[in-house]
């Protein structure tokens, strides 16, 4: 069995736009840096996974500068990436058939955001049969309103998706554990 | 273009059993059941959802009484229903072909529990490209503890997994502004 493989989900620099509202977790891009580093000591699989946006008024659309994933856990060379355009990274891209020929059975997720393609991403990779690990401090969120016209902080979004993640598609845990196993 | 088919999923009688906690909106069931009633009125498609769990220790194992269907949205014979061992109604069944075959554009979802199979099947919907209303009062959920040790109560994970899905995966509207329509 090969050994889990870190998937970066959309860590991209239009995600810091100011009209997505407040973000949590400002350490997540250190702490997936952390594990990057930590992957590629022990050459364990990585998968970058980046968003091209379809929609006219994105800052991911591939024509933009924010369409640039973040220095912190930019791919080598000779590292896959998989492109997509919803926000599942299963949806129109080879990730599920790539990671059945890698023999590759378990995930440790990373990356933005939690609420969107981070949780689309963790649902569909359990229920495809993949391990999920989810990091907790190494994915982020934003703030937004709510269908009653309440205002959720990114924190108290990012809380709750990872409870409603965790144990039924997941197990969460944070980058120190990770790191000490 | 063919109308919009009522997707229900999950109603079944195993999702009452105490040991997964306080539900919100009791209501829910009678909201299904009042837009069942209209779109067999209309004539509408009608696509139910059953989830056959295979967890030792789930009250939706095919085996137990819990599986059953309630009764305020019992299929009728002529009713499709695709059964799931996942919380997506579209992984392990013929949803998506079905969908296509029939020329079915939109769904217009209800059920259950939003936090898992409900939210799990939008967000899959919307990425596969299908037009989704999601229906804030016919759909529900049960309280959860975070991984930080807090206890939410079900009416907030629902209210914050409706703002996670709103707009993002589907645009979520009421019963009455359903019936309305």
Redesign the interface.
Known sequence: MTEPALLIIDVQKGLDDPKLGKRNNPQAEANMARLLSDWRENKRPIIHIKHNSVEPQSPLRPDLPGNEIKDEVKPLADEPLFSKT???AF?GTNLESYLHEQKIESLVIVGLTT??CV??ST??A???GFNVTLV?DATATHE?????G?S?SAE??H??????L?E??CA?HTTDELLQQ
Chains 1, 2 share one sequence.
């Open positions: 919803v926000n599942s949806i609420a969107h949780s689309t649902r569909m359990a229920n495809l907790s937004r309103v709510g269908v009653n309440r959720y108290e979004l809380e709750m998706e990872l409870a409603m965790n039924e598609f969460v």
